[in-house]
């Protein structure tokens, strides 16, 4: 099982980015995937999870009202998008999915997701 991250990069305090999850080799419709992150020098960090039943998703209390999570069928992806940034959320971002069932849903997703991939470069620098 292996989840690629993408779509990082440099942005200002206050701005956008929106990150991709591509599944390799399943369908991403039969699981549940979470987004994490981890800065430089603290603790990996669960930032979201959507589940596979039916869409229903949590937030870390950090990201929520700035960040969603959304799946999309037809393209077989994941995103997390992310407004509003700020200096704090400068960290690599993995997405994941479960590695014990159950694999449709999200409920201790922060213990119970890995398949960790290279992750993705957020940061935001003014």
């Known amino acids: 099982v292996q989840l690629q991250a993408s779509g990082g990069g440099l942005v200002q305090p206050g701005g956008s980015l929106k990150l991709s999850c591509k599944p390799s080799?399943?369908?991403?419709?039969?699981?549940?995937v979470g987004w994490f992150r981890q800065a430089p020098g603290k603790e990996r960090e669960g930032v979201s999870c959507i589940n596979a039943i039916n869409n229903i998703t949590d937030y870390a209390d950090s990201v929520k009202g700035r960040f969603t999570i959304s799946r999309d069928s037809a393209k077989n992806m994941v995103y997390l998008h992310m407004n509003n940034l700020k200096p704090e959320d400068t960290a690599v971002y993995y997405c994941?999915?479960?590695?014990?069932?159950?694999?449709?849903?999200?409920?201790?997703?922060?213990?119970?997701?890995?398949?960790w991939g290279q992750g993705t470069l957020v940061t935001v620098s003014s």
């Open positions: 080799g399943f369908t991403i419709d039969h699981y549940a």
């Open positions: 994941v999915t479960a590695t014990r069932p159950p694999y449709y849903d999200c409920s201790t997703y922060k213990s119970r997701f890995g398949f």
